[in-house]
């Protein structure tokens, strides 16, 4: 699936390691940007969480659900993220729903797939999100309190090399100021 030439890329794609602070600049992009813009529900092989409803968090797949989806092309990308034996996707219908609604879609994904998300949207707003040095992720991730030291450190090795696919993004943004970065995402998608 690629983009028509008469139709401008409304696709912004947001990664960066666990702890950089990407649900909150989420929130704040769809709560402050000044073009209609909506998340994009990515599909999951993961069970649901106590308040998770199908459809809004995610759409809850089964491992063979999501298997004879991604074999028949349905997905723009997906992968197994952080080697939790969950696979991840955004399906494409979910990116027409939005785009033809005419609102942009907004994608907080991993690397691999922002990566393979990029070759079909190469237009696409990529930004890159990084704490200002790298021991503030481990901080931030210890201070969730949500996960085993083994997912920890899990995240970091993961955090280590999602950090050298970087400068493959259009924009990088260290999140040392909240403000700041949400203001500078709002506008550079305001110019397009």
Partial sequence: MKETSSEPCRVVV???PSGSGKTTIVGRILSDASVPIEMAVSATTRPPRDNEIHGKHYYFM?????EKSRISGEFVECAEVHRSGYWYGTLKSEVDRIQNSGRWVLLEIDVEGALNLMQIYPEAVSLFLKT???DEYESRLRGRGTESEEVIQRRLRTAAEELK?????RYQMINDDLDRAVQEI???LESR
């Fill in 62 to 66: 089964s491992s063979d659900e999501f």
């Fill in 165 to 169: 696919s970087a400068d493959k993004y």
């Fill in 14 to 16: 947001l990664s960066g």
């Fill in 132 to 134: 200002p040095s790298a």
């Fill in 186 to 188: 709002c506008t550079s």
